[in-house]
């Protein structure tokens, strides 16, 4: 059973969440696309955990059980890796270990978005993507995406991101003000839902390939060093946007935004984040 | 049937074809070579495009009705990837989309070499290759060529490329001075071909590993923008002799002039193209 | 017969391997894994060779008959990539062509441990990897590996090392102090075993992913150049560690260190090598 916290994802948390991170390293096992795949490991190295891209059917399993968590990005899926998603997420489900959903394209292709229906079955600690993959994913009707790179408002994809919930503990909608759902359980057993408004980042992110991507490989990582999908979906969402913040005064353009971007992950630590993180937190 | 323009490209479609790209931001569908992904990716992103890799045989079609354009680069081919470039490039030429053949070492390597030979029957509205690509490619003899970075002067490839005409409306051979051969149609239906010489760019350009790739994709951003592939050569033969021309004052060697490249694809404008682009046209 | 030096490397024949390098920039086959792909084209590029990636079973023999050396890297394996590299590393083999074993994970995934085996038996020019890799290759025992970064001292792994020298003609094991084993044989026929000590680099490198795949293969490329496998790992981890030296002091964190370490690959050169080389020689 997944962790649900009594609590929603507040700054207090997050810092705690990036202690851990920092203390533990995790190490994530990214099933991802081919045009992340360097990117990804870049970012989960620079922001303090451990990048391991075992996606074969030979392996994927077994590796499963020696990660930290497990991420499942639908990007370029081919028939093997696709049967590798398979037996690492059926893996990290029976070992109670965390593991995140990146649906890209799920709503707009066939063969995927089939796939990820099967895969929601396996219950995703958490899932994320833009606002057009997560109406795309919940089935409410067009998304209008535009290829994967489409942003429809994250305020337009509440509904399906909270119809998704009965999937998931979180599920996250990134754009110009990221918007992350997730369940809280009070003491009587009550469950609630939450929003995150999360703001900040910079207009550069979406111009540089697999920004995206590497943001549900760092979740996967808060959720390995902290078994608490809502707080790790706000802390990797929060480090994202502060990195982005440090890099983009540095930048001459999305090229030079890069390495700086990089060079924030590596940067954020708590006093950055009780001083910029902008994270507002409502009950649905 | 693609366009056939009614006079070679000039610096003023050029600029006019620079703003088509910005305003539509074409979707790019690649299927490239494991090499080149991320970067091309970043590239198109910087251009103004959008990319999206889809290359397995399950989706590659389908992706070709909602992508603008189509690049196949035979750099690293495995048997379901080839599968999938058959499918996307049927998909392309039925439903007239232009799709670009970039036939990385196909005149190397036997196995490739076929599979491009194939995919010409589909009549490419560009091929892009740097000169012993496109020698090998015309089966004009040996291209001396050197793995897959070797440039032959791209002079000597013009008569492999205008062999290759019979196929395709625009060959591009890159090099120190890029080649690019086209055809243009008069009022009386009269087809002559046309030869740009495209100069400027910097040496660091071939010092880093897939900029000729990107070239490439970028060439069917343009087509998708504006369904003239002769046009769409020239237009990405200039911006990213642009870019580089932008980046090597600012690189201190290859590993700094790749930020800097990619902040230079951002940054050419109409102003910067009409200042800078070198090209010569000549009737052939 | 792979050849087996008079005298370990010394600075002189680094210098010596490096002029080589830069004057005949070989053609290396790189079957490695899909995070390091593109970086280490970059590196090869950048250090003075000529990338290639051909990694599929139709064409891999035959590439291997035309490239100067192989390199084998088992990071992400897929069932038809194991196919290619087995192909590859027999023609190698058959050819007397060099060729650079890099087994990540081989110790902690049983199916690509079973590869690895197999592999051995072709008998590597070299075989590279961070120390746990090494110990794992050798069933030593359990290598404590964390992941595909961990990094034991390299000095724990001298005896996994040199038990591997049964099969390769130098093994070395990367850390903060790089330790390189490798065999000479003196005038009467005699074999001795010595291991080079070569210190300096940055903290950095282990930041960035894909840097120790990266070395394995320059390795492969300076085997090309100079035919020598102990002499080809010296030369490439003295390059690495003084390009990283040459990258850290311009860096702001792991993201500016990329580019910086780029750039230092292309700087190194003899009078750097000569300044700055840390080697230290020892006869076992």
């Known amino acids: 059973m997944p962790l649900i916290p009594q609590q929603p994802p507040s700054v207090d948390t997050i810092i705690a969440a990036h202690a851990a991170l920092r203390a533990q390293g995790p190490l994530v096992q990214c099933l991802t696309n081919t045009v992340s795949v360097n990117f990804m490991a870049n970012v989960l190295l620079a922001a303090g955990a451990s990048p391991a891209m075992v996606d074969n059917p030979e392996e994927a399993a077994g590796f499963a059980a020696i990660a930290g968590a497990v991420l499942v990005n639908l990007g370029t899926p081919t028939d093997a890796q696709v049967r590798a998603m398979r037996l690492a997420v059926q893996a990290a489900h029976s070992l109670g270990r965390p593991w995140v959903l990146d649906p890209i394209g799920a709503g707009v292709l066939p063969w995927r978005g089939q796939v990820a229906a099967e895969l929601l079955a396996q219950r995703p600690t958490v899932i994320r993507g833009n606002a057009a993959e997560i109406i795309g994913l919940a089935g409410l009707g067009n998304s209008q995406a535009k290829g994967f790179d489409s942003s429809s408002d994250p305020a337009d994809a509440m509904p399906a991101a ?3 919930l ?5 599920v996250s909608a990134s754009g110009a003000i990221d918007h992350v759902v997730g369940k809280v359980q009070n003491e009587h057993g009550e469950v609630s839902h939450h929003l995150l408004r999360i703001a900040g980042g910079s207009a550069l992110l979406p111009r540089i390939t697999a920004s995206g991507c590497s943001l549900g490989a760092l979740v996967a990582a808060y959720a390995a060093a902290t078994g608490d999908g809502f707080c790790a979906a706000a802390a990797a969402h929060v480090h994202v946007a502060l990195a982005a ?17 990089l060079d924030g992950l590596d940067r954020v630590d708590a006093s950055l984040i009780r001083a910029k993180a902008q994270v507002e937190s409502v009950r649905l």
């Open 162 to 164: 909270i119809t998704l």
């Open 166 to 170: 009965k999937y998931a503990t979180c």
């Open 245 to 261: 913040e440090y890099a983009e005064p540095q930048a001459q353009g999305p090229g030079s935004f890069l390495p700086a971007f």
